[in-house]
């Protein structure tokens, strides 16, 4: 990386919750995916093709230039940002045979894991993720990978009709001339019928900008090169988040109460409270996690049960489809569930004791009273095991990068658990969650319209999804878990608000014994947010919420990571390297959790 993007010094972090996908950091700074041992030829490629593509960005691409021409319309914005990134990865495919060869298999695993194999309509995928391999496969001529086949018969008859005075092709002339090639790329936006405009309505590609725009756009580059000055040196500015977290029990009280006056004078400069959005974490987190975190706004944030997202006769669709890739899982893990029953069931169920005083006379003792009559009669009595009360809420991570076995397996398994402790007598509510859209969606639409305010904190619109109640049979909802397997609907993940909703849910129910485990492939990842706040905003706040149940509430707490090491932020945790093994690991946890009493 160091040597295709020229610097010497590049600093290169690891991370268990990187996907082989190529994705550019919202920070800037090169993360890749962390390497396992004795990694297959395949997955070398993969981790190679994920350096290339981030050394080739920094390689070929002016981020002041970028700034000043990126349009200010979010769907825009996102075109142009994919269109970029296909510049520097064609420059890299002509230039280095290796390099070609590391990026085309990057672009096979993003198809693959956006499902565009599976597409039945353009509307199904992710606008930025279509164009960027679109375009990448028009620039560099490469043989486009089976799994975006359908993506490419669905797309090429809208554009064939609709560029007609600029295409592809022209991009592929000035791919060595950035503004040459954003300009060009800006007239390609429009001619897909998406408006290059300002927030203020003025079209960003007018030549005669005002000075005072033009004075403003340089202002926000001023201000977001401040930020990043600032974020590298928290001594110097704000108190970083991991200050918050990593510090003593004072100087996290010191952070917390910085941070929450810094909130509220932000709220008093935009106005009156009812107004503005920028406000503190809800209260209803019982006594609440002490942090910096902040929302934009909730307005648009969704609390939705899995049926009102589809037909009734779409649901029964998806749960036969999950039925079918299922299949063969679904014995073992039957097996599995049976175990689990047994082990809660003798912990239910009565026993003896026997050798008292008085009681019930035992008859296994009566041979050897008439054998010798000096011996006193024995009695027994009836005792029951203590077995509490006991809810279990399973909290899904129903985000983008769970597409395909990871999330049929998390279904399926949710089913078999949720029967299984019903037999029991133990309630299940089984939880989702995500966001409505894609980098933002509407909260980042009106933090826009409001001229983008410094440090907005959490800018996207989150949806929880409620699949199964605790209180709902699991035969009247089974239907509902067919949803995660609908296009559209996994897409990124807050972890911290989720868990403080599942939280709150579990709270107020009146069983003695409350349990949430949680199921995640990776870290929380919202490139809106992430994009304007500091990189480990939402990881500061899962950690403090984690914290929070942990040490102060009488829930208990347990994860599953697939493929993601979560026990650095969970006490009681296990990974997983395959979605295969997430059935069996989901029911040791809860049987280990049963066996405590």
Same mark, same amino acid.
């Given at each position: 990386?160091?040597?295709?993007?020229?610097?010497?010094?590049?600093?290169?972090?690891?991370?268990?919750?990187?996907?082989?996908?190529?994705?550019?950091?919202?920070?800037?700074?090169?993360?890749?995916?962390?390497?396992?041992?004795?990694?297959?030829?395949?997955?070398?490629?993969?981790?190679?093709?994920?350096?290339?593509?981030?050394?080739?960005?920094?390689?070929?691409?002016?981020?002041?230039?970028?700034?000043?021409?990126?349009?200010?319309?979010?769907?825009?914005?996102?075109?142009?940002?994919?269109?970029? #990134?296909?510049?520097?990865?064609?420059? $890299?495919?002509? !230039?280095? %045979?290796? *390099?070609?060869?590391?990026?085309? /298999?990057?672009? =096979?695993?993003?198809?693959?894991?956006?499902?565009?194999?599976?597409?039945?309509?353009?509307?199904?995928?992710?606008?930025?993720?279509?164009?960027?391999?679109?375009?990448?496969?028009?620039?560099?001529?490469?043989?486009?990978?089976?799994?975006?086949?359908?993506?490419?018969?669905?797309?090429?008859?809208?554009? #064939?009709?609709?560029?007609?005075?600029? $295409?592809?092709? !022209?991009? %592929?002339? *000035?791919?060595?001339?950035?503004? /040459?090639?954003? =300009?060009?790329?800006?007239?390609?936006?429009?001619?897909?019928?998406?408006?290059?405009?300002?927030?203020?309505?003025?079209?960003?590609?007018d030549d005669s900008e005002s000075e005072e725009q033009q004075s403003d756009t340089e202002s926000e580059q001023d201000q977001q090169e401040t930020q990043e000055e600032d974020g590298q040196d928290s001594s110097q500015g704000q108190v970083g988040m991991d200050d918050v977290f990593e510090g003593g029990e004072d100087d996290h009280m010191d952070a917390s109460f910085e941070d929450q006056n810094d909130a509220e004078d932000a709220a008093d400069q935009s106005g009156d409270g009812e107004a503005n959005p920028f406000r503190q974490r809800n209260a209803d987190f019982m006594d609440g996690p002490e942090s910096r975190y902040v929302v934009?706004?909730?307005?648009?944030?969704?609390?939705?049960?899995?049926?009102?997202?589809?037909?009734?006769?779409?649901?029964?669709?998806?749960?036969?489809?999950?039925?079918?890739?299922?299949?063969?899982?679904?014995?073992?893990?039957?097996?599995?569930a049976n175990r689990l029953q047994r082990k809660v069931m003798a912990q239910q169920r009565r026993s003896w004791e026997f050798g008292l005083e008085e009681g019930i006379l035992d008859p296994t003792r009566l041979a050897r009273i008439i054998a010798n009559p000096n011996v006193p009669l024995s009695y027994k009595a009836e005792k029951e095991t203590e077995f509490r009360d006991t809810v279990v809420t399973l909290l899904i991570d129903n985000s983008g990068s769970m597409r395909g076995r990871p999330i049929a397996l998390a279904a399926m398994s949710a089913d078999i658990i949720s029967r299984t402790l019903e037999r029991c007598g133990v309630k299940v509510e089984i939880l989702g969650f995500t966001t409505r859209a894609w980098k933002g969606g509407k909260s980042r639409d009106l933090w826009m319209q409001q001229g983008r305010p410094e440090n907005p904190g959490r800018l996207n619109d989150i949806r929880h999804i409620i699949y199964k109640a605790a209180d709902a049979p699991m035969r009247r909802t089974r239907k509902n878990l067919g949803l995660m397997l609908k296009e559209g609907i996994?897409?990124?993940?807050?972890?911290?608000?989720?868990?403080?909703?599942?939280?709150?849910?579990?709270?107020?129910?009146?069983?003695?014994?409350?349990?949430?485990?949680?199921?995640?492939?990776?870290?929380?990842?919202?490139?809106?947010?992430?994009?304007?706040?500091?990189?480990?905003?939402?990881?500061?706040?899962?950690?403090?919420?984690?914290?929070?149940?942990?040490?102060?509430?009488?829930?208990?707490?347990?994860?599953?990571?697939?493929?993601?090491?979560?026990?650095?932020?969970?006490?009681?945790?296990?990974?997983?390297?395959?979605?295969?093994?997430?059935?069996?690991?989901?029911?040791?946890?809860?049987?280990?959790?049963?066996?405590?009493?």
């Open positions: 990386m160091r040597t295709i993007s020229g610097q010497k010094e590049l600093e290169v972090t690891y991370s268990a919750a990187e996907t082989p996908t190529g994705r550019l950091s919202p920070t800037g700074k090169p993360r890749l995916p962390a390497p396992g041992h004795n990694m297959p030829p395949e997955e070398k490629r993969l981790l190679r093709g994920c350096a290339d593509t981030q050394a080739l960005y920094i390689a070929h691409h002016n981020n002041k230039l970028h700034a000043h021409m990126e349009p200010r319309d979010p769907r825009a914005q996102e075109a142009f940002n994919a269109l970029e #990134q296909a510049r520097c990865e064609a420059i $890299g495919y002509e !230039n280095m %045979k290796g *390099v070609g060869a590391n990026l085309s /298999a990057v672009l =096979d695993e993003k198809c693959r894991r956006a499902g565009f194999q599976n597409l039945n309509s353009k509307d199904q995928v992710n606008f930025g993720d279509a164009l960027h391999v679109l375009s990448r496969i028009a620039l560099t001529g490469e043989q486009p990978p089976a799994s975006a086949t359908k993506l490419m018969q669905l797309w090429e008859p809208v554009l #064939q009709t609709q560029f007609k005075d600029v $295409g592809f092709d !022209n991009l %592929k002339d *000035v791919l060595h001339d950035q503004k /040459a090639y954003a =300009d060009l790329a800006k007239k390609l936006i429009k001619a897909l019928d998406i408006p290059i405009e300002d927030v203020d309505g003025g079209d960003s590609q934009f706004t909730d307005q648009f944030d969704e609390e939705i049960n899995a049926d009102e997202l589809a037909e009734s006769s779409e649901l029964s669709r998806l749960r036969n489809v999950l039925d079918q890739q299922l299949g063969s899982h679904q014995a073992i893990i039957t097996k599995l996994l897409k990124e993940n807050i972890d911290g608000e989720a868990l403080v909703w599942a939280h709150n849910r579990i709270a107020k129910r009146g069983e003695a014994r409350k349990i949430i485990m949680v199921i995640s492939d990776g870290a929380p990842v919202d490139d809106s947010t992430l994009s304007v706040n500091p990189s480990n905003f939402l990881e500061a706040d899962l950690r403090n919420v984690i914290h929070w149940i942990e040490n102060k509430s009488n829930i208990e707490l347990t994860a599953i990571g697939i493929g993601h090491d979560v026990t650095r932020y969970y006490d009681r945790a296990m990974t997983i390297a395959d979605a295969d093994q997430l059935a069996k690991a989901l029911i040791d946890q809860l049987a280990d959790l049963f066996d405590e009493k």
